[in-house]
């Protein structure tokens, strides 16, 4: 495969495969390079150590399912409570989706995560950001009370934890977990009502 | 000192001061029984396994902090939105003090926690029984609105468990904590008011 078509994109599809595969603590970017039939420095003329790597293909994992809840965020057809419920939903059904689909991969990019603290408050910030939005429409439409709507969305990300931070993930299998969902949903809307 | 005094409530303070000191990996019953001046058959006497003895002694850490709450669900010359937000301060505090005073027990009881979820889940389902007395009291007395108390319970317990949690253990130190359960605390109880 001549260098020259080796773009950033295809070394981190490559990086994802090759930590499906040998997992976080055994992947190497010669593992990287093998995959995509290029010398490691090839590799390295793009992302210039292996941290680099690890850091742009765990940014790329987050940004994904941002880039899906942000299309809902967009879509301005829908009283901002319906929105509201929508979004966590969504951001609930990617990340039990992940967990569950392709479980090695998941417990992959927590172990990447936990070493790059930087890029997951990063993806923190841009999903209470989307959320924010939504809390600014509902207040400006007369649908929501807050006072200090980025106060009220971080409250609505806390609250809400236990459906989207993966370190829930086993409890995503629970029979009652979509009740509980929808629970704590209705109490956070009856709370923004205004 | 003589077997006759030893009870089980001295065992299991005596397991606390070993598991504080070697750690839930390396205590052993000898070690109990050594501290008390005791045999290791006094102690089998009394807790038949190691297994048993962990268990109880985990189970008396979490009721500690249910027996404290319970005084606060009591005490009935006050509103239930300034009740149940006392008992979610009072769990939070509870919670902090454990993990900041004394980490290495903090840690071990985690440990000992994840090998006997049966004591977790009860003490989890006295927590929230609390929390549904509160809530029916507010119900009765016309503060609250809530369709199904218990199923409200739970949804409070669930959207504060960032506050709880051990799982958020270092991120209790934060700067930003005590607003962020503030902002969680109204938002839940504008949530709940009739």
């Known amino acids: 495969m001549p260098a020259e078509t080796l773009t950033a994109e295809r070394i981190l599809e490559a990086t994802e495969e090759v930590l499906r ?19 490691h420095g090839s590799v390295y003329r793009h992302f210039r150590t292996k941290a680099a790597l690890r850091e742009a293909v765990t940014h790329r994992w987050l940004t994904r399912a941002e ?8 879509t301005s057809d829908r009283p901002a409570a319906e929105k509201l419920r929508s979004w ?13 689909d392709d479980p090695e991969l998941f417990a992959t990019y927590g172990v ?13 910030d841009v999903l209470i950001g989307q959320v924010r939005v939504i809390v ?9 009370t807050a006072a200090d709507p980025g106060v009220t969305a971080r409250a609505l990300f806390d609250a809400t934890c236990r459906f989207h ?10 029979p009652t977990i979509q009740a509980e969902f929808d629970a704590v949903m209705d109490l956070l809307l009856r709370g923004l009502r205004a």
């Open 136 to 144: 600014e429409e509902g207040v400006r439409g007369g649908e929501f």
């Open 67 to 74: 880039d899906a809840l942000a299309e809902l965020v967009e």
């Open 112 to 124: 990447l995560i936990d070493g790059s603290s930087g890029v997951v408050e990063q993806h923190i």
């Open 88 to 100: 966590f939903a969504g951001l609930f059904e990617a990340k039990r989706h992940k967990a569950g």
């Open 165 to 174: 931070d993966p370190a829930y993930a086993p409890e995503w299998r629970l």
């Open 21 to 39: 595969r040998y997992g976080p603590a055994k992947a190497t970017v010669v593992d990287v390079a093998r995959v995509l039939g290029v010398s």
